[in-house]
């Protein structure tokens, strides 16, 4: 525990401390009028800071409120025996301590942020890509019954080397999903397995006019490396 009850003003403003430390500063606060008013500070401080979290803070955040505190004034001290400039020292660390917290909550609000455009921006290119195959001018669309009630519709565009899959089914048997295949040169490739509770999907496959079938099979959660026969469908493509 550190040797300077008042130094720990900031960490605990700001919920760092250990449980021993929280119980001694607790028994001082009781005592000394200056760290509760300085821990009300920090905290409220600190709360502004972290108001509207889902927001970005901007990146010159840091910056400006280190710049406060060099251009601040040091405080005179409050209590006779205290060593001069003592409260500014653990101000400046405190505030130094919330700009922490703060930058670290704009790293992680930043990442948030990119990673929801990137999500968009790969949303929206999929959609495109489904846009340029299904309005190909040689598109040839197939579709069959899948056993258990439900349909699966393959589009073809030759010009677009690519296809579309869309599966639209009944729920699979529980514990079990649905999974897509594209049969080339006898071989089954997987193109992906659904979710459990999952009854539709739509898939872009590149190079499917070099496959024979486009099947679906109800595997086990999280699917299989080879297909479970029979295929619930199994549409020819050619």
């Avoid at 710049?67 to 003592?86: C, F, H, N, S, W």
């Avoid at 948030?112 to 990137?118: G, K, N, Q, T, Y």
């Avoid at 690519?162 to 599966?167: D, E, F, S």
Wanted: aromatic share 2%; with cysteine; glycine share 8%.
């Amino acid at each position: 525990m550190s040797t300077d009850i008042h130094s720990l003003v900031g960490a605990y403003a700001l919920d760092a401390v250990d449980d021993l430390e929280r119980a001694a500063f607790d028994r001082h606060l009781r005592e000394c009028e200056t760290c509760r008013t300085e821990v009300d500070e920090l905290r409220e401080a600190a709360a502004r800071l972290a108001d509207g979290a889902w927001s970005v803070p901007p990146p010159s955040l840091r910056a400006g409120v280190m710049t406060a505190v060099r251009a601040t004034r040091q405080l005179t001290p409050e209590k006779p025996g205290r060593p001069a400039g003592l409260r500014w020292r653990r101000l400046t660390a405190a505030a130094a301590a919330v700009v922490a917290v703060a930058g670290a909550t704009y790293a992680v609000q930043d990442q948030r942020v990119r990673h929801e455009r990137d999500r968009a921006e790969a949303a929206q290119a999929a959609e495109a890509r489904v846009e340029s195959i299904l309005s190909a001018p040689d598109l040839a669309v197939r579709e069959q019954a899948v056993d258990g009630g439900g349909r699966v519709t393959v589009a073809v565009s030759r010009l677009r080397n690519a296809g579309v899959i869309m599966l639209a089914a009944s729920g699979s048997p529980a514990g079990h999903v649905y999974q897509l295949w594209t049969v080339r040169s006898g071989q089954p490739h997987s193109e992906g397995a659904l979710d459990l509770g999952q009854t539709t999907a739509l898939r872009v496959v590149d190079g499917i006019d070099q496959a024979s079938d486009v099947g679906v099979t109800v595997e086990p959660a999280g699917g299989s490396r080879t297909p479970t026969l029979p295929m619930v469908a199994d549409l020819k493509l050619a």
